[in-house]
């Protein structure tokens, strides 16, 4: 269908390296959210976009972590130097409207990211 | 950002109703009340969502206390493919993030 597409659904990498998780969005959805799930927690919010300006940031647990959207669409969530406690997995929702707008946010099903 | 308290878990029969509880004492007047729930190895789904006064859509219903300080999520016949974690959300009108809780862990016996 044409939900939100999230790539890869799983990544291994070990601890120090870099990944890249790509986030996309339902076509025409000004709204993007990344939110981190840890195993057997509820989502916590990470960061959010509305079109390609990044409104909140506040949630990034560090200075590793770093998302874009450069042409308000397709999203990434970079994190360098991964850790341990990086591992989680990552969900990625989009909304139709402006990001303050009580429309409902449409979720992936997530890029589980283990570091070994 | 206002908290919300839900039981950690129930059970249901299929074909019966459902009544999930959410308590929010902390409530602002501007904060939405919000439920997502979330299947094994799947994204949250929204469910439904509302301000003061009773909602209903095709998945479930939605009671809001006169004082807005609780609320409860109907479903109106379980099924098993209702078993899913349901999280009850303050969404604050000034701000775009969700933030979920613990959630309720709803079992549905056959």
């Known amino acids: 269908g044409a939900g939100v597409s999230q790539s890869p659904r799983y990544k291994v990498a070990k601890r120090g390296q870099d990944v890249a998780l790509r986030c996309d969005p339902i076509s025409g959805h000004v709204s993007l959210f990344w939110y981190q799930q840890a195993l057997g927690q509820g989502p916590e919010f990470l960061t959010y976009f509305q079109n390609e300006a990044q409104l909140d940031k506040s949630g990034l647990p560090s200075d590793r972590f770093f998302a874009e959207r450069p042409e308000g669409s397709v999203s990434t969530l970079k994190i360098q130097r991964t850790q341990q406690e990086d591992s989680a997995v990552y969900l990625c929702?989009?909304?139709?409207?402006?990001?303050?707008?009580?429309?409902?946010?449409?979720f992936g099903d997530g890029t589980r990211l283990s570091i070994l | 950002d206002a908290k919300t308290t839900q039981p950690n878990s129930m059970e249901s029969n299929e074909e019966e109703p459902v009544h999930l509880p959410c308590n929010h004492s902390?409530?602002?007047?501007?904060?939405?009340i919000h439920w997502y729930r979330q299947l094994p190895s799947q994204g949250p789904e929204y469910v439904i969502h509302g301000l003061t006064s009773n909602v209903n859509n095709r998945m479930a219903s939605l009671a809001i206390a006169e004082d807005r300080k609780s609320s409860t999520l109907i479903l109106h016949r379980a099924t098993l493919r209702d078993a899913a974690v349901y999280y009850c959300?303050?969404?604050?009108?000034?701000?775009?993030?969700?933030?979920f809780g613990q959630g309720t862990t709803l079992q549905v016996k056959p």
């Open positions: 959300i303050l969404r604050a009108g000034n701000t775009g993030k969700l933030i």
């Open positions: 929702a989009s909304s139709i409207g402006a990001a303050y707008s009580n429309q409902p946010q449409h």
């Open positions: 902390t409530i602002s007047g501007t904060d939405y």
